[in-house]
């Protein structure tokens, strides 16, 4: 009598794909955060806020859901830290500018290092500038802004600056500072003048600054919230 060899029953298919396990990882522990913010990176370069989800950066980095949300809270925890660790980039950029006895130089020097950085580092740039759900909690960001608005109260201070409104004259300066850099990277295929960047600083500085004038009464709008400033 034969003996067919028996075989081994095929296994179910699964029904879906296992979750990512961290014991497959097979990565040290502390580089789980900088991999986590990486992917959320590439994910918003891809597709926007709408692209990320904690299932799609735990998909894309290999780490765990439950790893993910012990280090970074939730969603918008993970949002904030990325635009954050950018920011902070950019803000150690800025701070390395020495200051000067010069406010108006050392503004516009702070100025230009940023639109510099952004324009050699188009991708860094868009996710300083992203829109998201809710309003970022990004500390290097306002660190950023507070070494613009200290020039401008030195030049408040000292009678240069053209307008009392502090807070205006921060406006404006922001305005430009975007719009330059924003037009530059949008318009990649334009012959943009080479110092595009001087030049509208010159402009700016004509119209916000000026020599040996009486200092007029600092005024600084808080800024607006609510859709109204107040004063």
């Not at 949008?186 to 119209?207: C, K, P, R, W």
Request: proline letters at 6%; glycine letters at 6%.
């Amino acid at each position: 009598m034969s003996h067919t060899p028996s075989r081994l029953p095929n296994p179910a298919p699964s029904a879906r794909r296992a979750a990512p396990t961290d014991a497959g990882v097979g990565r040290r522990p502390s580089a789980a955060p900088a991999r986590i913010l990486k992917a959320t990176e590439q994910l918003l370069l891809d597709g926007g806020i709408d692209a990320v989800s904690i299932r799609k950066v735990s998909d894309a980095c290999g780490y765990s859901a439950p790893t993910i949300y012990h280090h970074f809270g939730d969603k918008r925890g993970l949002i904030d830290a990325v635009v954050e660790a950018r920011f902070r980039v950019i803000y150690r950029v800025m701070e390395s500018i020495p200051r000067h006895s010069d406010a108006s130089r050392y503004l516009r020097e702070v100025v230009t290092a940023f639109i510099d950085f952004a324009l050699e580092h188009p991708d860094h740039y868009r996710l300083l500038t992203m829109p998201l759900e809710n309003e970022p909690n990004v500390p290097s960001a306002e660190a950023g802004r507070e070494l613009v608005r200290t020039a401008l109260d030195a030049l408040a201070e000292e009678g240069t600056l053209a307008t009392p409104d502090v807070e205006a004259a921060f406006q404006v300066i922001w305005a430009v500072l975007h719009g330059l850099t924003s037009l530059q990277l949008s318009n990649t295929h334009y012959a943009f003048v080479d110092d595009l960047t001087q030049i509208a600083l010159d402009m700016v500085e004509a119209g916000l600054l000026r020599r040996n004038a009486a200092a007029p009464a600092v005024r600084r709008t808080a800024r607006r919230s609510g859709g109204k400033a107040s004063e």
